[in-house]
Nanobody, 126 residues
Framework: VKLVESGGGLVQAGGSLRLSCAAS????????MGWFRQAPGKNREFVAA????????YYADSVKGRFTISRDNAKNRAYLQMNSLKPEDTAVYYC????????????????????WGQGTQITVSS
């Protein structure tokens, strides 16, 4: 399984960015997709997840109402639309997946995700 993120960059506070994750190596539409982030000196943090069919989405409280996760199974892609960005959103963002169809109660743990992209840097300036 290969996950490749794109769309990172530098943005001013209050701005927006859209991350994209291209997946390959297995049937994309069968599995949950998610996003984690890691700020300097901090542990990896769950951001959002979306079920295999896109019907269910889950968000960390810190991004709820500002970020939107989506997927296009026909294109084997997952997305993270980030609005109203804050300096504290600055981090490396990772696209993730595992062998489940949807999010579970322990899915906010990085250990529950088997497949990781290489990460893309998001920097939000104040």
């Amino acid at each position: 399984v290969k996950l490749v993120e794109s769309g990172g960059g530098l943005v001013q506070a209050g701005g927006s960015l859209r991350l994209s994750c291209a997946a390959s190596g297995r049937t994309f539409s069968s599995y949950v997709m998610g996003w984690f982030r890691q700020a300097p000196g901090k542990n990896r943090e769950f951001v959002a997840a979306i079920s295999w069919n896109g019907k269910f989405t889950y968000y960390a409280d810190s991004v709820k109402g500002r970020f939107t996760i989506s997927r296009d199974n026909a294109k084997n892609r997952a997305y993270l639309q980030m609005n109203s960005l804050k300096p504290e959103d600055t981090a490396v963002y990772y696209c993730v997946s595992n062998d489940d169809e949807t999010y579970h109660s322990d899915s906010d743990s990085a250990r529950q995700w088997y497949y990781w992209g290489q990460g893309t840097q998001i920097t939000v300036s104040s």
